[in-house]
């Protein structure tokens, strides 16, 4: 997966993104200039030095000063501050103001180097750093996963002794996954000077080995707490994994009309229906679980007691799916409801990203295993699938189904009685081959509920 794709910036457009931290920024920088420039022109600027070696790196380099020029049309021009002692100084605010108008008018998306490390993987910000412009619209963290185990020393981490203040951990002691969590997570490291509308994206990058790309997994799931999302892998291999929020959104509020009577209810090893299809969601790292409730409500909620879910309850269920599937997007899409128990913070709406993708549940599966979610998940950070469904014994489509959220303004759209699948044709779905076709069991019938049972 590239760069862009894992940034959700595939197509060019009028974006300004920052690029801070150290351990491959400004590999990262040129790396999203090259895979633009296939298409369109990109500006690259920088608030900090660069060095002269890394001026090839654009198709153009042009010296600025407060005085407007003429841009280019197409390529990556690199605009930067005169050059003194092997490196290039700033751009004036001047500059980058008008830089960034011109971007704004050119539809063409705006690269800023906006912090310096002397090539090292790890730092932590002095007191002037880093100069994020306030109209950045993107935030990318890169840090060096080479520095794990290395001793917190100047050699492997620029500004050593603000790390050590940062993190907890004592001068020369071994740099480890909770140390760069500790100043990543840091509103005076990792965090600093973030404009509060930008999206911020961790680069977890030299995960060379498949120990580092292990620990920068887990690394990446903490960090979530604090990030928009994560980045895992290797610039240099062109290996990204991308970490996000995957909501899950239970369907339990039909009437099951055809059964005769609520199937979300039905006792399943002991527990209703709906709670142990919450469990499992929970237990599959899913969040925010969301419960959309329509009929019998208060028996469905009152199964839910002690859970850390969001309930939503839709009045219009019995105009059909359709209408739960919408109150259930548009639940992360919007601020989290009074009745919300979960004891976390999820940052809905608002400008902000709050998850990457949702898996949508249904309340008469309760038999669905962990193991299939988190299949989905992985599958998903791995190569962004606008949906993504279980193919069991090669040739039926399964649930649960992962929706991107680059559908989500489809799924809001959708009316009456009708499911996700009524958006396939708009978007490409992908299929992940699965060995157990208990997916394909739901109980329509009581005789279905008898073989289920005949499960346990």
Do not use: C
């Amino acid at each position: 997966m590239n760069l862009s794709r894992a940034l959700r910036l595939e197509k060019a457009s009028p974006t300004t993104i920052s690029f801070i931290g150290s351990g491959g920024k400004t590999s990262a920088l040129f790396q999203l200039a090259r895979e633009f420039a296939k298409q369109n022109a990109v500006i690259v600027t920088s608030t900090s030095h660069l060095g002269v070696w890394q001026i090839p790196l654009a198709d153009r380099h042009l010296i600025a000063n407060s005085e407007t020029f003429d841009l280019p049309q197409k390529g990556i021009f690199l605009v930067t501050g005169m050059i003194e002692a092997e490196r290039t100084k700033p751009v004036s605010d001047e500059v980058l103001t008008w830089l960034h108008a011109e971007a704004q008018r050119l539809r063409v998306p705006l690269l800023i180097e906006a912090d310096g490390s002397r090539q090292k993987p790890l730092k932590a910000p002095a007191s002037h750093e880093p100069p994020i412009p306030e109209f950045t619209d993107l935030v990318v963290h890169v840090t060096g996963l080479s520095a794990l185990g290395k001793p917190l020393t100047d050699e492997h981490v620029h500004r050593a002794e603000i790390f050590s203040q940062l993190s907890g951990l004592p001068p020369g002691d071994p740099i480890t996954p909770q140390d760069i969590i500790k100043a990543l997570a840091h509103p005076q490291g990792g965090l600093k000077n973030i404009p509060a509308q930008a999206r911020r994206v961790v680069l977890l990058n030299q995960a060379d080995t498949p120990e580092l790309q292990s620990s920068g997994g887990n690394m990446a799931r903490e960090l979530l707490s604090h990030f928009d999302s994560a980045l895992v892998g290797s610039l240099q291999n062109s290996s990204l994994q991308t970490f996000e929020r995957t909501a899950g959104i239970i369907l339990a509020a039909g009437e099951a009309t055809r059964y005769g009577s609520p199937k979300q209810l039905l006792d399943w090893k002991g527990k209703p229906f709906v709670r142990q299809v919450a469990e499992t969601a929970l237990q599959a790292g899913l969040e925010p679980v969301v419960v959309v409730t329509g009929f019998r409500a208060a028996e469905v909620e009152s199964a839910l007691s002690g859970l850390p879910v969001t309930i939503v309850h839709n009045p219009g269920y019995q105009q059909g799916q359709g209408t739960s599937i919408r109150a259930g997007v548009q639940a992360l899409l919007s601020p989290p409801s009074l009745r919300d128990t979960s004891p976390k913070s999820f940052r809905f709406g608002g400008g902000r990203v709050g998850v990457g993708s949702a898996i949508f549940l249904l309340a008469d599966q309760p038999q669905i295993p962990v193991d299939i979610i988190r299949a989905l998940v992985e599958s998903h950070g791995q190569e962004m699938q606008s949906i993504l469904a279980p193919l069991v014994l090669e040739e039926r489509r399964a649930n649960p189904v992962l929706f991107d959220r680059d559908t989500f303004p489809d799924l809001l759209q959708l009316k009456g009685d009708v499911g996700g699948r009524a958006i396939f044709d708009k978007h490409r779905v992908k299929y992940l081959p699965w060995h157990d076709d208990i997916l394909l069991l739901d109980v329509d019938k009581p005789e279905d509920y008898e073989r289920l049972k005949g499960l346990e």
